[in-house]
C-alpha cells in the first residue's frame, strides 16, 4: 500500500495568512493526487484534483503543486470559513489511501 | 448537481452483516463515473473501503477482502454495500462517494454523502 504522510498535523493561523500544507507519498503517484477539505460534521469536499486542477467552484486562493512523491497545498489568503480538516489521498494504485488529515486552526 | 443519501441500520451485531443503500440523483451513471464507499473513524481516518466502475468492475480495500460486495444499479439510481462478518474494527462513519474515473482508475471523489454511523455491538 501507498502510505500517505502530511505536515503538519495541525496548523494555527490567522484570516489572511498564506498558509501550506504539505503531503508525501511512498512511492511515486505521478500527479494522481487529491485535496479534500472536511468540516466537523460534513462529508469531505473536493477541492483539488491531479494535483493542481482547482474543482469547480473552489475559490482561487486554493492551489496545489507538486509530482512524483512531494505535494503541497496552499491557501493565499485564509478566510473564516477555511478553518478545517484537510486530506490528500492518492489516486494511483488501489487501496486508495488518504493522509491522515491537518487540522487548520484559528 | 449530484446528491447521494446513504442509510442503513446504525447497530449491527458483531458476525452480522451490515448492509448500507445510497440513492443517487442528478447523475447519469456514465461510463466515467464510478461509486464508492469510504469510512472514517477517530483513530484510522478516512479508509477507503473499495469502489464499482461501469460495467461492475470492482476493486476493495485488502481489510475487507472476502467479506464485501460493492455494486452499483443504474435503474434504482442507488449504491449498495454488504460488509459481512462484521467486527468492531468496522465502526465507523460510512460514506457513498461518486468518483470520476477513467481506464478503471477512480482519478478523484468529487461527491459525498452526508455519512452514516454504523456501530457493531452486541
Known amino acids: 500500500d501507498i502510505q500517505m504522510t502530511q505536515s503538519p498535523s495541525s496548523l494555527s493561523a490567522s484570516v489572511g495568512d498564506r498558509v501550506t500544507i504539505t503531503c508525501r507519498a511512498t512511492?511515486?503517484?505521478?500527479?494522481?493526487l487529491n485535496w479534500y477539505q472536511q468540516k466537523p460534521g460534513d462529508a469531505p469536499k473536493l477541492l483539488i484534483y491531479?494535483?493542481?486542477t482547482l474543482q469547480t467552484g473552489v475559490p482561487r486562493r486554493f492551489s496545489g503543486s507538486g509530482s512524483g512523491t512531494d505535494f503541497a497545498l496552499t491557501i493565499s489568503s485564509l478566510q473564516p470559513e477555511d478553518f478545517a480538516t484537510y486530506f490528500c489521498?492518492?489516486?494511483?494504485?488501489?487501496?486508495?489511501?488518504f493522509g491522515q488529515g491537518t487540522k487548520l486552526e484559528i | 448537481q449530484v446528491q447521494l443519501r446513504a442509510s442503513g441500520p446504525g447497530l449491527v451485531k458483531p458476525s452480522g452483516t451490515l448492509s448500507l443503500t445510497c440513492g443517487v440523483s442528478?447523475?447519469?451513471?456514465?461510463?466515467?463515473?464510478?461509486w464508492a464507499w469510504v469510512r472514517q473513524t477517530p483513530g484510522l481516518g478516512l479508509e477507503w473501503v473499495g469502489e464499482?466502475?461501469?460495467?461492475?468492475?470492482?476493486s476493495h480495500n485488502p481489510s475487507v477482502t472476502g467479506r464485501v460486495t460493492l455494486s452499483a444499479d443504474k435503474s434504482q439510481n442507488q449504491i449498495s454495500l454488504e460488509l459481512r462478518r462484521v467486527t468492531a474494527a468496522d465502526t465507523a462513519v460510512y460514506f457513498c462517494?461518486?468518483?470520476?474515473?477513467?481506464?478503471?482508475?477512480?482519478?478523484?471523489?468529487?461527491?459525498w454523502g452526508q455519512g452514516v454511523p454504523v456501530i457493531v455491538s452486541s
Open positions: 462517494v461518486k468518483g470520476t474515473s477513467v481506464g478503471g482508475r477512480a482519478l478523484f471523489f468529487d461527491s
Open positions: 489521498q492518492q489516486a494511483y494504485s488501489v487501496p486508495r489511501t
Open positions: 512511492q511515486n503517484i505521478v500527479t494522481y
Open positions: 491531479s494535483a493542481s
Open positions: 442528478g447523475a447519469s451513471f456514465s461510463t466515467s463515473d464510478c
Open positions: 464499482v466502475h461501469h460495467g461492475a468492475a470492482s
